[in-house]
């Protein structure tokens, strides 16, 4: 290896390193409003303002951002978040998310391990709810898959990325509440992979963010479990949940049961064999 590719790959070890570690941070940063507002205000009304308005905007200000980087440090078209694809790319990835955990509760409710013990229902809540998961989304599928996946698949191949992407998604959130071992695996399984195949599969950005985007929304503020360990804001269902963590997902919430780890194992299979089909699986990557 000469010193010009040692020098080549440097660069694009620091390009992936810098723009991962800086959208994390950005990431983070641009989360923070909701609990600054649940701290400064007791006011639903006015937080749930608060939320909308800043969460929105700050969304569109990441979206930005990477498109900047892209364009200015990596010099290329950023054709995995243009905005043209973002209403048919969004809305096909919010439909899959939506049936995906939609199938998650039918199969607890059928177990007998959930059911509804009430329902309430505050616009100004939910749609607070909405900005903040978008937020959410936008900060973990640029920095996960926008950086992380993207640029180890383009230079080493698919499996190693999706492997990479997945662990290290799934692994930051053993600091949440209420995580565990088997939580953080369950990430891992079925969405770490199956966000990494998806958006290969899609050629965009959107999709996923679709998926990752209507998933927490739908399980924290609709069917009124914790996200990843967390509580945050109002359902519409108050749920009864039953004894069996192992289905229910315990106090980590559904993403650590068993049901939606399986689905998302069979769903992350179909994507990837969708992926072989179509011939987009790249293996034999290597170092300049």
């Known amino acids: 290896m000469n010193?010009?590719?040692i020098k080549k790959n440097l660069i694009w070890a620091a390009k992936l390193a810098i723009g991962f570690v800086l959208f994390l941070i950005l990431g983070s940063i641009a989360e923070s409003p909701l609990c600054i507002v649940q701290e400064a205000t007791s006011n639903q009304t006015v937080a749930s303002c608060i939320i909308f308005?800043?969460?929105i905007p700050l969304s569109m200000l990441l979206f930005w951002l990477y498109q900047v980087w892209v364009r200015k440090v990596e010099k290329r078209t950023t054709d995995?978040?243009?905005?043209?694809?973002?209403?048919?790319?969004?809305?096909?990835?919010?439909?899959?998310?939506?049936?995906?955990?939609?199938?998650?509760?039918?199969?607890?409710?059928?177990?007998?391990?959930?059911?509804?013990?009430?329902?309430?229902?505050?616009?100004?809540?939910?749609?607070?709810?909405?900005?903040?998961y978008l937020t959410?989304?936008?900060?973990?599928?640029?920095?996960?898959?926008?950086?992380?996946?993207?640029?180890?698949?383009?230079?080493?191949?698919?499996?190693?990325?999706t492997l990479i992407s997945a662990l290290l998604f799934g692994y930051v959130h053993i600091t949440n509440d209420n995580a565990t071992w088997w939580s953080t695996t369950a990430i891992v399984l079925e969405i770490g992979f199956f966000f990494g195949a998806y958006y290969k599969l899609t050629g965009s950005l959107w999709a996923p963010i679709g998926v990752h985007w209507i998933w927490n929304y739908t399980q924290g503020n609709i069917f009124g479990f914790a996200v990843s360990g967390n509580r945050v804001g109002e359902s519409i269902i108050t749920p009864i949940l039953g004894d069996n963590s192992y289905i229910t997902g315990g106090e980590f919430g559904a993403e650590a049961s068993l049901i939606a780890a399986f689905l998302g194992m069979c769903i992350t299979a179909y994507t990837i064999k969708k992926l072989y089909d179509k011939g987009l699986v790249n293996t034999q990557k290597t170092l300049e």
């Not at 243009?82 to 955990?101: A, E, Q």
């Not at 199938?103 to 409710?109: C, G, K």
């Open 80 to 132: 995995e978040l243009k905005w043209v694809n973002m209403p048919s790319k969004t809305l096909r990835g919010i439909s899959l998310g939506l049936t995906y955990f939609v199938s998650v509760v039918v199969i607890m409710v059928i177990l007998g391990q959930y059911k509804v013990q009430s329902v309430q229902f505050n616009p100004l809540s939910q749609l607070s709810m909405i900005a903040f």
């Open 53 to 55: 308005f800043t969460c």
């Open 3 to 5: 010193k010009e590719t």
């Open 136 to 161: 959410v989304a936008a900060c973990e599928e640029i920095t996960f898959r926008g950086f992380l996946f993207r640029m180890i698949d383009e230079r080493f191949g698919f499996w190693a990325a």
